[in-house]
């Protein structure tokens, strides 16, 4: 949006012609109405959608924090062969880069905020706004710029630990697969309040004393009196949760192409 109205908006000294000429010239349009400055909401909704940007990407940097946790390791962050991790622990590799983005990501939030602060002007038209925007809008362009370049490299050059993930998930002894079994019980005739009650009490007991809870519920007749033959094997089987995992994928990437397109 720009505007060419005069100093209270009424086109006092120039036609609304030329507002419109000016403004197609410069690839804008004229807000539609105006005091001496344009209504800050538009800033405000411009710095909003900067901030979920920014706090997309802390969610994306968070999660990789998190597994990368030594006691975790399903992922890394690019990690070079002369850099230093941990001042304190040399084995440890601080994922600096997601720490770097998640803090910034409070600036960019903080900065929208502020630009909420400012859609309230005396009159619709005093200039307390400015001093504010100069500093939030070009830096927090600047900020979310350094961000996406940041996590851009950080997921192009991620390490991912898949012997560890499948590692992780067998330390629960099995433990994971307590949600399908309560599914599939009451989808066989069981009722879900029993069901639940009998894979919770497995569930803990297997918890308490690190048991293996898949033998446990095998053993329990009243689980196998409904989950007959490898039914109950199936339940426990890795690869079904991983069938729909390629549509998944393709939702967020478009379909892959085939061997004929990737030749042209």
Known sequence: MGKLSGAVGTFSHLPPEVEEAV?????????????????RDRHAEVMAALAICAATLETIATEIRALQKTEVRELEEPFGERQRGSSAMPHKRNPVGCEQVCGLARLVRTNALASFENIALWHERDISHSSVERVILPDTFLVLDHMLRRMTDIVRGMAVHTDRMKRNLESTRGLVFSGQLLLELTARGMAREEAYHVVQTHAMEAWKHEEDFHKRVSADPAIRKVLKGTELDDVFRLERYLTHVDAVFARVFGSRPTAARRRR
């Open 23 to 39: 403004c197609e010239r410069l690839g804008l349009k004229p807000a539609p109405i105006a005091s001496q400055v344009l209504q």
